[in-house]
């Protein structure tokens, strides 16, 4: 029983290319994000959504689209592909957006730009 | 904006003994969260331990214990009895309870625990 599971969990494209990531999580909560993890390991938020609300939009290029069609998922489309989107894009979700509940991931998807 | 500094890249341990990765961050808030979560080379994000900022007892979850001290605005992670499972990137995130709940994590410690 996978809380946070997001589709697919490797993805290699090319340059130019349009590309989407899925994220469905069964743990019942209403809030969920989208971070980037770069070859360094640092961990930047995104995107996060409350019951299908955007409520946090980093400064993040408008080639990178959220869509929450359901509380329970978050899907992630990228246009025009760019060397530098090369990273592990996490999904996660929370109880509600302010909590002490913590945030649940999901495996990650490393996107591969050639 | 917050921001969440971990000093040390990079950290190591010898098996069963005590290692303390430290985290200092900067809030003008007042009440916030805090919490650990470490990272193996599998990727997934896993919690270790969190604190309420309005909690003065330091957490504790087994092995695993914060030193909490809120006018410094540091929040260090202390692992007791280190196992080669403890091996993972931890990071420190502080979460605002306002601005959305938005979380701000540090740039990552990387653990290497040693037989």
């Known amino acids: 029983d996978t809380a946070v599971s997001q589709t697919p969990k490797y993805l290699v494209t090319q340059m130019g290319n349009d590309k989407s990531i899925k994220c469905e999580q069964n743990?019942?909560?209403?809030?969920m994000y989208w971070y980037k993890q770069d070859s360094k390991k640092f961990l930047k938020i995104m995107f996060s959504y409350n019951n299908k609300e955007l409520i946090i939009n980093e400064t993040v290029p408008n080639r990178f689209s959220p869509k929450s069609p359901d509380k329970a998922h978050l899907n992630l489309h990228i246009n025009s592909l760019e060397l530098g989107d090369s990273a592990v894009y996490f999904c996660a979700s929370s109880l509600s957006a302010v909590s002490n509940q913590p945030q649940h991931f999901g495996d990650g998807t490393r996107l591969s730009i050639l | 904006a917050q921001t969440v500094t971990q000093s040390q890249p990079e950290m190591s341990v010898q098996e069963a003994e005590t290692v303390t990765l430290s985290c200092t961050y900067d809030t003008s808030e007042s009440d916030y969260y805090l919490f650990w979560y470490k990272q193996p080379p599998s990727r997934q994000m896993i919690l270790v331990i969190r604190?309420?900022?309005?909690?003065?007892q330091n957490a504790t979850e087994n092995r695993f214990s914060v030193n909490f001290q809120k006018a410094a605005k540091s929040f260090s992670l202390k692992i007791s009895d280190s196992q080669l499972g403890d091996a993972a990137m931890y990071f420190c995130?502080?979460?605002?309870?306002?601005?959305?709940?938005?979380?701000?994590f540090g740039d990552g410690t990387t653990l290497t625990v040693k037989p």
């Open positions: 604190q309420e900022a309005y909690k003065q």
């Open positions: 743990l019942g909560h209403d809030t």
């Open positions: 995130a502080y979460r605002s309870l306002t601005n959305a709940g938005k979380s701000t």
